[in-house]
Nanobody
């Protein structure tokens, strides 16, 4: 249902853009977001965006990362600038979506994409 892409290896200070497209049977999508999990740590919220475009960011990424979405393409993006070694993690996208009318919204997760930032 969710396919993430765009990860890779970059140097400190560089940028990356992650994409995550939802596909399959979709009636509506509410919130979409990005989480990350560094080695030995728990998964944490990076940023979330509502269907209306309101955004919320974790403190460590405020001012450096920007989340956006294209509702026509059922896609969420994460523009990551001024990357730091501590941003190294597997990044997961998720979406709260309904597959049919009157179906309860369900959280779906992408497969994760690895971002490595070297110093």
């Amino acid at each position: 249902q969710l396919q993430a892409s765009g990860g890779g290896l970059v140097q400190s200070g560089e940028s990356l853009r992650l994409s995550c497209a939802a596909s399959g049977r979709i009636f509506s999508i509410d919130d979409m977001g990005w989480y990350r999990q560094a080695p030995g740590k728990q998964r944490e919220l990076v940023a979330v965006i509502t269907s209306g475009g309101r955004t919320n960011y974790a403190d460590p990424v405020k001012g450096r990362f920007t989340i956006s979405r294209d509702n026509a393409k059922n896609t969420v993006y994460l523009q990551m600038n001024s990357l730091k070694p501590e941003d190294t993690a597997v990044y997961y996208c998720n979406a709260v979506l309904s597959t049919r009318v009157l179906a309860p919204p369900t959280i779906y997760w992408g497969q994760g994409t690895l971002v490595t930032v070297s110093s």
